[in-house]
């Protein structure tokens, strides 16, 4: 179902794993500044509060609006999504607070809007810098008193909902310019998590290359996962990834698709060129390792597909207890899990980790 139509009522901690699906991109990182993040919201999801999540495209804005609903007390309710660029300006109110029969010429039944069917859970407003005035005010008015009028009646309709809201628009500006009302920014922003762009998380692009590859060479039903040569991982390294981890998808994505062969060796940044890095400064860092020699190798190159992710698994866990020093809580956000998630893959694979965080072997 198409996301700007949809909303979740999952019933289970795990149920951000479904949830995940709807929202492009991946919680994957080990880099400082995505871990920060991953503490701050972390941190902010379990505060009843609006939240307000910044950053530019492809960043990841939903999948970290769906973590904050998974994490937080509100869970097992619904998690409702709108794109408010999605729809024509005179189709938002409708949308957002439903109408009764006969409030407009097509209206021929009751219809309940997205914050009521977000009752008790959470409303994730994406591009919410598109809204009208007029709607702006009405969203105002449920966050200050939890109620609303739904198109063509003057009866209150009362709800309990958590907003989260994205944006990669400078709302600030457009509150000095009266474009966003003040008083609705100013409530939205209990807390403002920003969404570390992709060329701000060191290590980072390599990891989310490797793990994007793995989920497509088990798309195409390949037995092992191509690993990328060193050209193509400077070509990866080097780019400034405008499109950020959705564009890095992409990239990879297509790049495992068109090969055959174990090991990448040519990225194609922009389809439309194939052939030749889209950045100048990604041809000359190829250009000048041209005379360094591919030898790098990792184990996990020869196992089968089913035994690499096995043993991925268990170093990552390992990995993030160690740095964690075993408390399980910091271990699950180091990786990007709630702690129920977190101790059902812990009482998994415990069997087979060293505490020493040494690599652990499949029997």
């Known amino acids: 179902m198409d996301k700007n139509t949809n909303h979740h009522r999952l019933t289970g ?15 994957l990182g080990q880099s400082e500044i995505f871990l920060d993040f991953q503490e701050r919201l ?15 495209r492809g960043t990841g804005k939903e999948l970290a609006a769906v973590r904050l609903h998974y994490l937080s007390q509100r869970w097992q309710g619904p998690l409702v999504i709108l794109n408010c660029a999605a729809l024509a300006p005179a189709l938002l109110e409708s949308e957002l607070f439903g109408h009764e029969r006969g409030a407009f010429t097509g209206a021929v039944q009751r219809r309940r809007g997205r914050f009521e069917a977000a009752h008790e859970g959470t409303l994730f407003l994406d591009e919410i810098g598109n809204l009208p005035r007029a709607v702006q005010a009405k969203i105002l008015r449920v966050v200050e008193y939890g109620s609303f009028e739904r198109l063509g009646s003057i009866e209150p309709v009362a709800v309990d909902v958590r907003i989260v809201a994205a944006t990669n ?3 600030k500006a457009m509150a ?23 060329r701000q998380r060191t290590g980072d692009i390599l990891l989310l ?48 698709y068109r090969t055959r062969a174990e090991r990448i060796d040519d990225v194609a940044l922009d389809p439309f060129h194939p052939s ?13 390792s041209v005379a360094v020699g591919d030898d790098s190798h990792d184990p996990l190159d020869d196992l089968a597909l089913n035994d690499a992710v096995w043993e991925l698994k268990v170093r990552r866990l390992t990995r993030a207890l160690v ?24 009482r998994r694979y415990k069997e087979r980790m060293r505490p020493s965080g040494e690599e652990a072997t499949r029997p």
């Open 13 to 27: 901690p795990l149920a951000g794993d479904q949830a995940g699906r709807a929202a492009p991109g991946e919680a």
């Open 42 to 56: 972390s941190r902010v999801a379990v505060v009843n509060r609006p939240v307000l999540v910044v950053g530019e």
């Open 169 to 171: 628009a400078d709302l």
């Open 176 to 198: 000095e310019s009266g474009a966003f009302m003040r008083d609705l920014l100013d409530r939205l922003s209990f807390e403002i998590l920003t969404v570390p762009p992709l």
């Open 209 to 256: 290359a490797n793990h994007f590859a793995a989920r497509m060479a088990f798309e195409l039903g390949r037995q092992k996962i191509p690993r990328f040569s060193r050209q193509a991982a400077i070509i990866l390294e080097q780019y400034s990834w405008p499109g950020n981890v959705r564009e890095l998808k992409n990239v990879v994505e297509r790049a495992v």
């Open 276 to 288: 030749h890095p889209s950045d100048p400064a990604v041809a000359q860092a190829v250009d000048a």
């Open 323 to 346: 740095q964690a020093r075993h408390n399980q809580r910091r271990a699950a956000r180091l990786l990007g899990l709630s702690y129920h998630q977190f101790r059902g893959l812990y």
